[in-house]
């Protein structure tokens, strides 16, 4: 008889304050994990009563992560493929109202045999079901709870997971808190009384952390550890400090060089092999540089309240920059300024223009607006999803086709250009319905495309309701603009490029969401290295 190897869990809480970092810190504990050899996944655990991320405000939560198979998820799944280089999936991203729609569905259909249906044991037994499920055939599963420790919303996730500590074996599973240490300007110290107060908090909910993470704003001493220690029953070997760092990249330096990371190991039971992290210093060392060669890029943006919004393309931009050394400035442009084509003159700025995706009827004319000065003044052009079909209005409206437009802009328009899919008519305001995950295009061999990718048949991420109308694909090359990539299924336009220009290149898919840190993406490598030959 074969046993079934037994994945060993890890689980990522948070308190004090909201958005420390548990993503991140949870994804550089899979990346140290990985470096040592071990097969990791994650999941992100949400309270959010919605059923996945795609119908949530990005001004108030920031980016969309769309995943492979077409999962709407949290930024932070974003963050966990950057650091750990692997594609994850519809099981890695877990809302609560994923979890209650099972729940009422299951006592719908009678599944419950008659029982009343509760928080304990019904609710908490079908999350745990999600993370067992997302957990197999892993070495180790890490499992992230969103929300701060003593919010409401977050008690079911909480027991679950101290539940499922027993059901599985305390062996085997591991509970890391993150926890704030406040710095006190007038008196210049850093006090523990919040992260102490957090994990009596967590204790008091039937959780004993093993590991503590501290974050600060400042750097501080191994006194601080020693207190922590004393007061929460953490080990001093248990607990990492993490001030700010100029990089995200560097906290998996950081706690491996505090020694957590073995310590996480040795409290699995689990060999402590030694880690392969050279690309991953490399990539840092690159970041520490200072480069003399620099850029402007004119970011046209939609949604300006939330820095995350936009967060996988900055980063896409960063890879791509780091690598061919050269600094980057990023300016956040209003695209309803430009709307007033006065306005386009302030983009002679920059060395750059690029157009992120985005939805809904405002702004659109001011990015058609950039797409078109980007165009006629010969700028480096990087226009995705929503800035593909952009940069198809403007090319058509640059050759006389003034009515041009698009679904969005005027839904009665006899002159879309833009057009919604077949597929999604009537479906604009539902949630999980739109083009998502992986898609096919195939390339053509004589467009500068090809030369970006090096291969003719590519996979790009997708998640949009629109598309180039087929009725007018026949005109591109009138309007200058010439298909360089096309879905085989469907015959769907996925990339058009300009025919006499040094960069104007767009593409109906999100290739930001395949940029790594360590390797970046070719078109936003190919909009870089376009600017620098300028």
């Known amino acids: 008889m074969v046993l079934k190897k037994q994945t060993k869990y890890i689980f990522v809480t948070g308190g004090v304050i909201s958005g420390l970092g548990k993503g991140i810190t949870a994804a550089s504990i899979a990346n140290l994990l990985k ?20 119908m949530l405000n990005p001004r108030e939560h920031g980016e969309c992560f769309v995943t492979k198979d077409g999962a709407e998820t949290d930024l932070d799944l974003g963050h966990y493929e950057r650091f750990i280089d692997q594609e994850l999936n519809q099981q890695s991203s877990l809302m609560a109202g994923r979890v209650l729609l099972k729940v009422i569905q299951d006592e719908r259909a009678g599944k419950y045999d008659g029982d009343d249906v509760q928080i304990i044991p019904h609710l908490t037994a079908a999350i745990q079901g999600y993370i067992l499920e997302a957990g197999k055939g892993f070495d180790i599963h890490i499992v992230e709870i969103g929300g701060t420790v003593g919010d409401y919303e977050s008690l079911s996730f909480i027991e679950a997971i101290r539940e499922l500590g027993l059901k599985v074996g305390i062996e085997n599973c591991l509970y890391i808190h993150l926890v704030y240490l406040p710095y006190i300007n007038t008196s210049h110290e850093i006090k523990t ?9 967590l204790r008091g909910l039937g959780i004993q952390p093993n590991i503590l993470v501290a974050r600060s704003e400042e750097p501080a001493n191994s006194n ?16 990492a400090l993490l001030p700010n760092a100029p990089s995200i990249y560097e906290v998996p330096l950081t706690l491996e060089d505090s020694g957590v990371a073995t310590e996480i190991v040795r409290l699995l039971g689990l060999k402590d092999n030694k880690p392969s992290l050279k690309e991953w210093r ?39 920059a780091l690598w061919n050394e ?12 430009l709307e007033d084509q006065k306005n386009t003159q302030k983009l002679k700025e920059y060395d750059g223009i690029l157009v992120p995706g985005g939805f809904g009827k405002r702004g659109l004319e001011g990015k ?16 995705l999803c929503l800035g593909m079909q952009m940069a198809v209005i403007a090319a058509a409206r640059l050759s006389n ?28 305001n539902t949630g999980g319905t739109m083009r998502l995950g992986n898609y096919n295009c195939n390339i053509n061999k004589d467009s500068l495309t090809f ?44 990339i058009i490029e300009a025919k006499d220009h040094p960069f104007y290149v767009a593409c109906q898919f999100h290739p930001e969401f395949k940029s790594r840190p360590t390797k970046p993406h070719p078109l936003f490598e190919g909009f870089l290295k376009a600017i620098l030959k300028v």
């Open 368 to 383: 058609i607006n950039a797409a078109k000065f980007a165009y006629q003044n010969k700028i480096p052009y990087l226009g």
């Open 401 to 428: 086709f003034n009515e041009a437009t698009s679904f969005e802009i005027d839904p009665k328009s006899k002159f879309q250009v833009i057009t919604t899919m077949n597929d999604q008519k009537g479906k604009e």
């Open 224 to 239: 601080i550890v020693k207190k922590i220690s004393l007061f929460t029953g953490v080990k001093e070997s248990s607990i």
């Open 326 to 337: 050269v600094k980057i400035d990023i300016d956040w442009i209003d695209s309803t300024e």
């Open 193 to 201: 009384k919040p992260a102490q107060n957090s994990a009596r908090e």
């Open 35 to 54: 470096a040592r050899g071990f097969n990791v996944n994650l999941q992100k655990c949400d309270p959010y009563l919605n059923v996945d991320a795609g």
């Open 451 to 494: 030369k970006l990718y090096n291969q003719e048949k590519i996979i790009e991420r997708h998640r949009h309701r629109g598309e180039c109308n087929p009725k007018y694909t026949g005109d591109f090359d009138k309007w200058g603009i010439r298909i360089a990539g096309v879905n085989p299924d469907n015959g769907l336009v996925e």
């Open 282 to 320: 490399k990539m840092v060392d690159l970041a520490t540089k200072s480069f003399d060669k620099k850029i402007r890029i004119g970011f046209i943006a939609k949604y300006l309240d939330n820095t995350d919004t936009y967060v996988s393309v900055f980063e896409a931009l960063k890879s791509a």
